[in-house]
């Protein structure tokens, strides 16, 4: 780092120097040194050298001071090292010399939003209608009366028509991409679906008084439930959720109480009638599970109330006459999801506090389902308008998407892959996106034989790197770090590239490869511990070699929730969260000991959308795992074939990149070489 600072300074200077020698225009020879430079920092940019590009660039800056191309594509290196500050300079630097126009303007407007606070999730700005899928178009008649709304992880979501008998997956662009019509007789008037842990999905028939279980793609497998009024029995099942074991509760609408009921559909009980401290349901509709109770909003009284897992009465978070007409109930972000007639509610589960997501005006509706979907939009089951609809924060819908041309691999050139990154103004990732969603120019022309390749969240590995704390009291936890590093290993099943650094006062990697080579068993630190461990010099090491792996990465701290006096001494928090987020990587920590995590790496975490674990957890560290082989990623691998003459190598060629997704769209710019000849 000191010799990056003193380079930096040093150029800086020459940079001056050259500023007052060459004020007129730079000489031949300084073009050519300076092209030449601009090559070779372009080149260590697309290997993912972030730090060399960054030196190049000023150097080749020192030979043309205030070049606006390259001034641009310093400030891109700067951002992907997470120093955001010295990127806006650069960049408005480039836009006051009259370079980079809307497109520049935009990004520098995006990246100063994102390093401001954030609003709060309550205080966040409401949703507005961004797009509608009508029962009927063109072609037909697709569906008839939607009920309910099931969102999958890919930005596809599962809708329930109880007028067409049916069920219905839509893929992001609002096309039908699935339908299933249930089991052999056919859904008798499903009503709501919800997705299963384990991929597979649930649904209520009113008619059929039964609740069947599908496939993950919609195939039939087994159903449960019988007219009546005994155990297990049902009487026009409305909503179904799942707890954390798999055991159904289904809100038995004409019986009036909640039925339970295991993984397999075995019935174990029935709650919600009149007792000693709850007077009974009414009229048992939306229910929803989370951190351990069931909240069911009664659709007569309008009241919202609290149950634990066993059936017992716990609170009315909503009085009576609060949510009256509530449809659905889903979780979101912590929160209750309702829905109402011609609105969306969301409820606080600790206060009772609640406000308008989305209000939908006063035109004919019934919102029966609403859900968040992996994009950050609501989606809304209208059945008495017939239609599905969309809706978006109000300023995603005006600021569009933040498109971010990543790397360019032109060693077969004229054969030329590109990987883009989509997301949305608040650096969420935007998923389930497909090739009639980009549009690819190169000097402003469509490009030739364009090919959609893949997608990062279509991959079910992740590269991982752990850093392990080198710190004294870290000696006290060795048998916990090293069984924490064998079960994160083993939990990878062989796919993906597991490192392992150790935090000390200089971090060092103790071992890179398959997670099931075995050697990570018997792994020994040569690093000693010191008081003064650096977590922020292993933790940019970490990022650096993450870069150049797979789309989906991770880094996993082990620690004893000990903060080092020398952990943030050369890079602070933001620049540590910017440089995993602007390179797609999450942070989740680990700790060995139960003491408060510091505020310090919980940041980390909540800013990369990770997770924090405690080591000795019932189920064990898979799921820290998963959580980083599931996350969104909205990495894209595009390919084209250029059309553009190289000048054996030398010639910048330039290309542009578009994505679109429903009434938002965003664009960058880049450039490359190819090989030389």
Not at 653 to 668: A, F
Request: glycine share 10%; hydrophobic share 40%; net charge neutral.
């Amino acid at each position: 780092m000191n010799r990056l600072v003193r380079t930096l300074f040093v150029f800086s200077c020459i940079g001056l120097i050259h500023a007052s020698v060459f004020a007129q225009a730079p000489s031949a020879s300084d073009k050519a040194f300076a092209e030449e430079e601009f090559r070779r920092g372009v080149q260590a940019f697309h290997r993912g050298a972030f730090n060399d590009a960054v030196l190049v660039f000023e150097k080749a800056l020192s030979f043309i001071p205030g070049e606006p191309l390259i001034l641009d594509w310093l400030g891109k290196s700067y951002f992907r090292t997470g120093v955001e500050g010295a990127a806006l300079q650069q960049w408005q630097f480039a836009l006051d010399a009259g370079y980079g126009g809307t497109l520049l303007s935009n990004r520098i407007e995006v990246v100063r939003e994102r390093r401001t606070l954030r609003p709060s999730f309550i205080d966040a700005p409401p949703f507005v209608e961004t797009a509608s899928i009508r029962a009927k178009n063109e072609n037909g008649i697709l569906f008839r009366q939607p009920v309910s709304v099931a969102p999958l992880s890919d930005g596809s979501f599962w809708i329930a028509a109880y007028g067409s008998n049916e069920i219905l997956r839509f893929d992001v662009n609002g096309i039908v991409a699935d339908r299933s019509r249930g089991p052999v007789g056919g859904f008798d008037r499903p009503f709501d679906i919800i997705r299963l842990k384990d991929g597979r999905l649930a649904v209520t028939e009113v008619a059929a008084d039964r609740v069947s279980v599908l496939s993950p793609s919609g195939s039939f497998l087994f159903s449960f439930g019988k007219k009546g009024r005994g155990l297990g029995d049902l009487s026009g099942p409305q909503f179904v959720a799942a707890d954390d074991a798999g055991n159904f509760y289904v809100t038995d609408y004409g019986n009036a109480r909640v039925g339970v009921y295991d993984p397999e559909g075995k019935p174990l009980f029935s709650f919600g009638t009149a007792g000693f401290a709850f007077a009974g349901f009414a009229a048992p509709a939306g229910i929803a599970f989370l951190e351990g109770r069931l909240y069911i909003a009664d659709s007569v009284s309008g009241a919202l109330h609290v149950f634990d897992t066993s059936g017992n009465y716990r609170e009315t978070l909503l009085p009576a006459g609060s949510i009256k007409g509530a449809e659905s109930l889903r979780v979101w972000n912590g929160y209750l999801l309702a829905a109402l007639k011609n609105r969306v509610l969301v409820v606080d589960p600790a206060s009772g506090a609640s406000f308008d997501a989305s209000r939908l005006g006063n035109a004919p509706m019934r919102i029966t389902g609403a859900a968040p979907d992996a994009n950050g939009n609501l989606i809304l089951a209208d059945y008495q308008g017939n239609t599905v609809q969309i809706v978006s924060r109000t300023n995603d819908l005006a600021g569009g998407l933040f498109v971010q041309i990543d790397r360019v691999h032109s060693d077969a050139f004229p054969k030329v892959v590109l990987e883009v990154r989509v997301e949305d103004r608040s650096r969420n990732p935007l998923v389930g996106l497909k090739s009639a969603n980009f549009f690819v120019t190169e000097e402003k022309r469509p490009v030739a034989d364009f090919q959609f390749m893949g997608a990062g969240y279509l991959e079910d590995s992740s590269d991982i790197t752990v850093i392990v704390e080198r710190s004294q009291r870290s000696l006290s936890f060795q048998e916990e770090i090293k069984s924490a590093i064998a079960e994160i290993a083993a939990a990878m099943k062989g796919k993906g590239t597991l490192r392992i650094i150790s935090a000390g006062k200089i971090p060092v990697q103790e071992g890179s490869g398959p997670p099931d080579a075995g050697n990570f068993q018997f792994l020994s630190f040569g690093n000693e511990p010191s008081p003064s461990w650096s977590f922020d010099l292993a933790l940019r090491l970490s990022v650096n070699d993450l870069v150049k792996g797979a789309k989906k990465r991770g880094v996993i701290f082990l620690t004893t929730g000990e903060v080092s006096p020398n952990g943030f001494n050369r890079y602070g928090l933001n620049d540590l969260a910017a440089n995993m987020g602007n390179n797609g990587v999450v942070f989740s920590a680990v700790y060995l000991d139960r003491a408060a995590p510091p505020g310090e790496y919980e940041y980390l975490v909540s800013a990369t959308g990770g997770k924090s674990w405690y080591i000795w957890r019932n189920e064990g560290l898979s799921a820290a795992v998963d959580q980083l082989r599931t996350a969104a990623n909205g990495c894209y691998v595009l390919s084209y074939t250029s059309a553009l003459p190289t000048d054996f190598g030398r010639r910048f060629l330039p290309v542009e990149v578009e994505s679109y997704l429903m009434n938002r769209s965003g664009r960058d710019e880049t450039g490359y070489f190819a090989p030389l000849q």
